[in-house]
């Protein structure tokens, strides 16, 4: 199985902070990565795929880039509703495995 | 707009079966991938299979010799069994749509199975 990790597992920001989570593959998946978004008690929302797609419906503070083992999420102006846990995905080959996951916190 | 809803037992005895089902509603089963992902208390995200509306399964090989993924076109409803369940299937189980074959794009609320005698 593909191994995703991700960095860091938590970060405190403020609203109005730009923030940056990075996921790394173990291997090389292309652009076949996904993003997601969870809330406490919810399940996960899909912000991003293919690396830097951005879901209907996502705001566009929210954006993706990377490709091969090295990708990150970046929201370019943190919202007091973008506090949450993030989890990255690779869909290159079966199965799907997703990162551990990073909690953004409030400052 | 499809949506997904879990049911099924939300207590397991330990070697038993775990049953649910997830009912599609809003958009027709007999179209993309169809999926089952579950999360134990306060960890991460693990897939276990997806059943394609022609039949054609795919398993996580973690489960493999103990899952099965099945379809009702005529109720619009796609099942997860799995056996021979241990404390370590405690967790929120969710269906979700397999977008393409590459990222999930729509979820259920998920459903909480606990597995204990």
């Known amino acids: 199985d593909i191994q995703m990790t991700q960095s860091p597992s938590s970060v405190s920001a403020s609203v109005g902070d730009r923030v940056t989570i990075t996921c790394r593959a173990s291997?090389?998946?292309?652009?076949?990565l996904a993003w997601y978004q969870q809330k406490p008690g919810k399940a996960p929302k899909l912000l991003i795929y293919?690396?830097?797609s951005l879901q209907s419906g996502v705001p566009s503070r929210f954006s993706g880039s990377g490709s091969g083992t090295d990708f990150t999420l970046t929201i370019s102006s943190l919202q007091p509703e973008d506090f949450a846990t993030y989890y990255c995905?690779?869909?290159?080959?079966?199965?799907?495995?997703f990162g551990q996951g990073t909690k953004v916190e409030i400052k | 707009q499809v949506q997904l809803q879990e049911s099924g037992p939300g207590l397991v005895k330990p070697s038993e079966t775990l049953s649910l089902t997830c009912t599609v509603s809003g958009g027709s089963i007999s179209t993309s991938y169809w999926s089952w992902i579950r999360q134990p208390p306060g960890k991460g995200l693990e897939y276990i299979g997806y059943?394609?509306?022609?039949?054609?399964?795919n398993y996580n090989p973690s489960l493999k010799s103990r899952v099965t993924i099945s379809l009702d076109t005529s109720k619009n409803q796609f099942s997860l069994k799995l056996s021979s369940v241990t404390a370590a299937a405690t967790a929120i189980y969710y269906c979700?749509?397999?977008?393409?074959?590459?990222?999930?794009?729509?979820w259920g609320q998920g459903t909480m199975v606990t597995v204990s005698s």
């Open positions: 291997q090389g998946i292309s652009s076949w």
């Open positions: 293919t690396a830097s």
């Open positions: 995905q690779q869909a290159n080959s079966f199965p799907p495995t």
């Open positions: 059943i394609y509306y022609s039949g054609r399964t």
């Open positions: 979700a749509r397999l977008r393409e074959g590459d990222s999930f794009d729509i």
